[in-house]
């Protein structure tokens, strides 16, 4: 089974650089979107339904137009979908996360909050990735398979950034955060697909616009596939496919058996 994840930045943008196109030579039988910016009625899919993608399970923000919203794509119908999984309208306005099942396996797909909007939206951001912790404890108790794919919005450690010195007081790289990311791995017991396999590589999965980052390679590693640590055995290969230019962010493939 194959699960790509991908920020897209803009469904509606994507698909005009070839998204559907690449995503019909990904080999993938799950596409894993976050960042949508847009509601299902204003995204023509027939493009994926065309190359077997014909499953797709929306949740968008409620919020306001344009803003975050996640889209699982997927050539065999999940055994159950639901958008809104916290339960808590605060995080579930803003499609932040949608469950799908296939089989024993259930995906999350997620978009972590950005702090980067100043102190109000850092509190929210801790606030979510608190809950969030404990609503995955708690699923795992009914489904123990559980892969969170998806933006976090942290680098865990220095090698996940090009410039960490500069960065340690900057949202994305604060203690608090990867201390979080820590607790997530260890109490919460992931395994960090990419790190599993590659320890030492170091690899980016988004670029600012600015300054010619992506180009120089002055990236942040802060997509993930984070998979339940007693089926690690099942994780046969994860790539960071830097050649995909439809966003700012680079999408990862991970390969389970």
């Not at 309208?89 to 024993?104: A, H, L, N």
């Not at 978009?111 to 995955?136: A, I, M, S, T």
């Not at 616009?209 to 339940?228: E, T, V």
Request: net charge negative; with cysteine.
């Amino acid at each position: 089974m194959k699960i790509i994840t991908y920020n897209v930045n803009g469904i509606r943008a994507a698909m005009k650089k070839g998204l559907a196109e690449w995503a019909g030579e990904s080999g993938a039988d799950v596409l894993c979107i976050q960042e949508t910016k847009a509601h299902p009625e204003q995204v023509d899919l027939a493009p994926f339904e065309e190359i077997g993608f014909t499953n797709a399970s929306w949740f968008s923000c409620q919020r306001k137009k344009g803003y975050s919203g996640v889209l699982t794509l997927s050539k065999t119908a999940p055994n159950f979908e639901q958008g809104g999984c916290l339960n808590d309208d605060k995080y579930d306005c803003e499609g932040r996360v949608v469950r799908t099942d296939f089989g024993e396996l259930t995906i999350l797909n997620c978009y972590f909050p950005n702090g980067g909007q100043g102190d109000e939206r850092q509190q929210y951001k801790y606030e979510f990735l608190d809950d969030f912790f404990d609503y995955v404890a708690e699923l795992r108790k009914e489904r123990p398979q559980v892969l969170v794919v998806g933006d976090y919005n942290i680098a865990h450690e220095e090698i996940d950034l090009h410039d960490p010195k500069r960065n340690h007081n900057t949202t994305g790289f604060l203690p608090a955060e990867r201390a979080w990311m820590t607790k997530w791995f260890d109490e919460g017991d992931f395994v960090d697909s990419l790190r599993l396999l590659h320890p030492e590589k170091v690899v980016y999965s988004w670029w600012s616009y600015r300054a010619n980052a992506r180009n120089n390679n002055k990236g942040w590693r802060i997509d993930y596939q984070s998979l339940s640590k007693p089926f690690a055995e099942r994780i046969k290969a994860v790539e960071h496919l830097t050649g995909a230019k439809h966003s700012d962010h680079c999408p990862i493939l991970l390969e389970l058996i």
